[in-house]
Nanobody, 127 residues
């Protein structure tokens, strides 16, 4: 069965860095785009970033451009999110997710285009 497991969250001061990981299993990782979403307290879950199945193409929401970097290692079935210059507004539960369609060229940025989700990892940025 498909499983996505996030790790790497924690408490960090504003301006600090964290690296999240998403370990995938139960399917052929390299043929699916992947994405990161986040949900802050009292807010809806929002798109953060996505990466193509080869890792050659990425997209970011404007608020994290220049600070966050998404990457993947298909040999290790793992996706990463390097978060630098963290701000208090980055505080949220971060989720990794799999594109519902294999071999898709366009990287989706809406929730309903993703079919499997991890359990989430908490990121708290103190100001």
């Amino acid at each position: 069965q498909v499983q996505l497991v996030e790790s790497g969250g924690g408490l960090v001061q504003a301006g600090g860095s964290l690296r999240l990981s998403c370990a995938a299993s139960g399917y052929t990782f390299s043929i699916y785009n992947m994405g990161w979403f986040r949900q802050a307290p009292g807010k809806e879950r929002e798109f953060v970033t996505a990466i193509s199945r080869t890792g050659g193409s990425t997209s970011y929401t404007d608020s994290v451009k220049g600070r966050f970097t998404i990457s993947r290692d298909n040999a290790k079935n793992t996706m990463y999110l390097q978060m630098n210059s963290l701000k208090s507004e980055d505080t949220a539960v971060y989720y990794c997710a799999r594109d519902r369609r294999a071999f898709r060229t366009l990287k989706p940025i809406v929730e309903y285009e993703y079919d499997y989700w991890g359990q989430g990892t908490q990121v708290t940025v103190s100001s």
